[in-house]
Nanobody, 130 residues
């Protein structure tokens, strides 16, 4: 059974950093594409970053490029999201999602669509505030 647990959220000042963790169990994470999503109160869930299985190619939302980094530690079955220079508007619940297999490079524009992922964690809260 696929099980996903996010951790690492918290309160951070604008301009600060956080590292989120996504720990998987019940499946070999290196064979799955993993995505990070976030949802602010009253807003739709949006894709932030993802890393596909196999070669670990990554893809980011334009709003986080250069500030967020997604990485894998397959030995620990964990994916991380390093978030730097956080902004108040990035407050929300951050979710990790997993989908078996690799995504095609020709479909890269769809990699951050939530409908592409079938397995979700319960989320971790990130609050960016002074």
């Amino acid at each position: 059974q696929v099980h996903i647990v996010e951790s690492g959220g918290g309160l951070v000042q604008p301009g600060g950093s956080l590292r989120l963790s996504c720990a998987g169990s019940g499946f070999p994470l290196d064979y799955w594409t993993i995505g990070w999503f976030r949802q602010a109160p009253g807003k739709e869930r949006e894709g932030v970053a993802c890393t596909r299985s196999g070669d670990g190619v990554t893809h980011y939302a334009d709003s986080v490029k250069g500030r967020f980094t997604i990485s894998r530690d397959n030995a620990k079955n964990t994916v991380y999201l390093q978030m730097n220079s956080l902004k108040p508007g990035e407050t929300g619940t951050y979710y990790c999602a997993a989908q078996a297999g690799s995504f095609l490079l020709t479909d890269v524009n769809t990699w951050l669509e939530s409908t592409r992922y079938n397995n979700w964690g319960h989320g971790t809260q990130v609050t960016v505030s002074s």
